[in-house]
């Protein structure tokens, strides 16, 4: 999604103001119907800001959970491939590289196995398995710590 680095990418009726970068036609469709963000790990969400709109949206044939901390919103993580419904539009959101690794991750990554002194081989190793294996089965939010001795695949 080209710009949601800048900020929300949002999705709408195209003579809503502000107007929408998506600008949806439809039944069902409301003014400011949903939005997509980039979360600080480079997670993208779809946030959905009512309940009108929430009556129409469904990623991969399932309506969205409500938040927790906020009353009439909706927010999912998306992942690769996710079919997403907005009215009578269907959208399959493509991401191939869902998790964005900053520099600075890569590298305190591997500070904190050379902290414990691996091998350097085997540092490559963990860092090179943990990028694949996070790519494949869609998690790693909360990796910030590995440890080589205890590395198992």
């Not at 191939?96 to 190793?125: A, S």
Request: net charge negative; aromatic share 8%.
């Amino acid at each position: 999604m080209e710009g949601i680095d800048k900020g929300p990418i949002i999705i709408g009726r195209p003579s809503s103001q502000p107007k929408p970068q998506i600008a949806l036609r439809g039944l069902g469709i409301q003014d400011k119907h949903a939005e997509f963000r980039l979360r600080p790990n480079g997670i993208i969400e779809l946030a959905v800001y009512s309940q009108e709109a929430l009556d129409n949206t469904l990623v991969n044939g399932e309506r969205l959970e409500e938040d927790d901390e906020y009353e009439d919103l909706w927010i999912t993580p998306l992942q690769h491939l996710d079919r997403i419904v907005f009215g009578n539009a269907i959208f399959l959101f493509r991401y191939p590289l869902l998790f964005t690794f900053k520099e600075e991750r890569i590298k305190d990554i591997i500070q904190n196995l050379e902290e414990q002194d691996c091998d350097p081989d085997e540092v490559d190793r963990v860092v090179e398995e943990t990028i694949e294996s996070l790519m494949i089965i869609g998690v790693g939010n909360n990796v910030t710590k590995l440890d080589c001795d205890n590395y198992s695949n």
